[in-house]
């Protein structure tokens, strides 16, 4: 018997509903499972609906939006929760890294106010008590002299060492799921390095489930287990990470791999992929990525493919199989 998965989502759509509009759709169809300890990689380029789906499952979306399908914690459904039981689910059992630390922490209060917050709120530790867990944490996760920094200010801290904070605080209420909503793309080369390595190894510790969510292919390959790839406001791939490279079978995902810095000859362009990244309300009956696609046919603009389970993984395209010799070798989009 399969044991059910710590997250789930069932074909999740968020739609935005405005007064006297028809509602859009931002995100149209993700499902996937993350079982504990498992660390899964949503990528995809902007807009795609990389951050609506992670907000989705922590509840933070705008008023505005409607979602559809399910969000799953341990069978129950996160839009369901209510009262004490929604408390408890955000306050111990899910937390959240946003991408830029210096938007979601008040600049006029101290890092231990900042920190210390949930543990005397949820937890009922008093400040005292706070700070005296949070003091290993932090050394933990690289910052040393945990109590002088417990009284600085964010602006006194660099970049790095404030998305540190910001990882000491979605970590100090001992989650079971952490999603990381692009912690590292406000950071140099070498600090998102130290910073994707700190998270890695608190994650293996902690036995932690992540949803790792990027536009840096390469960083999701290197860092998670699996990888889903995001077009248009739905997932047209997921492949086990070790195995992408070699194994995709979307054209969207050969795209994104052969864009890829370092992999010519010095000096010679990268390939790209033709087009502009449509939005999930701009797509029609067929394959979203049609429009863009080298390989499309009538059908592929037809009638849209449906994620099927295939060899490791599973993906969305009419002609996956087909293509899995010639994906090596791009060409320009059919008029």
């Known amino acids: 018997m399969t044991a059910t998965p710590l997250l789930r989502l069932d074909h999740l759509g968020i739609d935005l509903h405005r007064r006297r509009r028809e509602p859009r759709p931002l995100v149209l169809d993700v499902s996937f499972d993350l079982a504990p300890g498992e660390a899964l990689g949503l990528v995809g380029e902007s807009g795609s609906g990389k951050s609506l789906t992670s907000r989705a499952v922590i509840r933070l979306l705008p008023k505005d939006t409607r979602t559809h ?9 996160v839009q369901a929760l209510q009262g004490e039981r929604l408390t408890r689910y955000l306050s111990r059992e899910a937390a959240m890294i946003f991408q830029n630390p210096r938007a979601h922490i008040n600049p006029v209060h101290t890092l231990g106010d900042f920190l210390t917050e949930p543990l005397v709120c949820h937890h009922g530790l ?29 602006h006194q801290l660099s970049g790095g060492l404030l998305q540190r904070m910001m990882i000491a ?5 001992e989650p079971r799921l952490l999603l990381a909503d692009e912690p590292t793309t406000a950071l140099d080369v070498t600090t998102q390095q130290d910073v994707m390595a700190v ?12 949803l790792f969510v990027t536009h840096d292919l390469e960083l999701a390959t290197a860092t998670c287990d699996r990888v889903a790839v995001m077009y248009a406001g739905t997932i047209v791939e997921q ?21 890829r810095p370092g992999l010519g000859e010095p000096g010679e362009r990268l390939p790209v992929i033709p087009g502009r990244p449509a939005a999930a309300h701009e797509t029609g009956e067929g394959c979203p990525f ?14 849209r493919p449906v ?3 295939d060899e490791d993984g599973a993906v969305a395209c009419h002609r996956a199989h087909e293509l899995a010799g010639d994906l090596d070798r791009p060409k320009e989009p059919a008029s």
């Open 69 to 77: 399908g399910t969000a799953e914690f341990e069978g129950e459904n």
């Open 199 to 210: 998270l890695d190894e608190q994650r293996r510790e902690r036995e932690l489930a992540m």
């Open 126 to 154: 008093t400040r005292p008590q706070a700070e005296e867990r949070l003091v290993p944490l932090l050394a933990q996760i690289g910052v040393p002299d945990g109590p002088r920094r417990l009284c600085q200010y964010p």
């Open 307 to 309: 994620l099927r389970p």
């Open 239 to 259: 492949r086990p990470a070790a195995g992408l490279h070699t194994g995709r079978r979307h054209p969207y995902t050969a795209g994104l791999l052969a864009a």
């Open 290 to 303: 049609a429009a863009r696609c080298a390989f499309a046919e009538d059908r592929c603009r037809l009638e």
């Open 169 to 173: 605080s979605a970590l100090i209420t």
